[in-house]
């Protein structure tokens, strides 16, 4: 039975050392489904806020824990905050529209 030789390492041209760029790993860095992660962060923001109240009013000495993970949610609102600027662009709209008055629309309903 013939022996085979071991496989020899590829080797990458210096700007290709990061492991980040080896194609090996570059599926770790890069996602199949952009979407999801801001939704994700979207359905978990109000069970986060519930995390953080109940150790800060029920159970302090879980306080750290609930402060690392509610830091940590923040970290990546901050990174994907381009995709939250739809439910922002209202509220924005809202604070530097001006006030009408109550009888303004009440005209507009009884034509």
Aim: net charge positive.
């Amino acid at each position: 039975m013939r022996r085979t030789p071991a496989a020899r390492p590829v080797r990458y041209p210096a700007s290709r050392l990061s492991h980040r760029t080896s194609p090996r790993n570059r599926h770790l860095y890069e996602s199949r489904w952009p979407r999801q992660k801001p939704l994700g962060l979207t359905l978990l923001g109000p069970v986060i806020v519930n995390i953080l109240c109940f150790h800060i009013l029920m159970a302090p000495e879980g306080f750290p824990m609930a402060t690392v993970v509610s830091v940590l949610a923040l970290f990546l609102v901050w990174r994907y905050r381009e995709a939250f600027a739809g439910l922002m662009k209202d509220v924005q709209a809202r604070v530097a529209s001006p006030v009408q008055p109550a009888g303004a629309g009440a005209a507009a309903v009884k034509s």
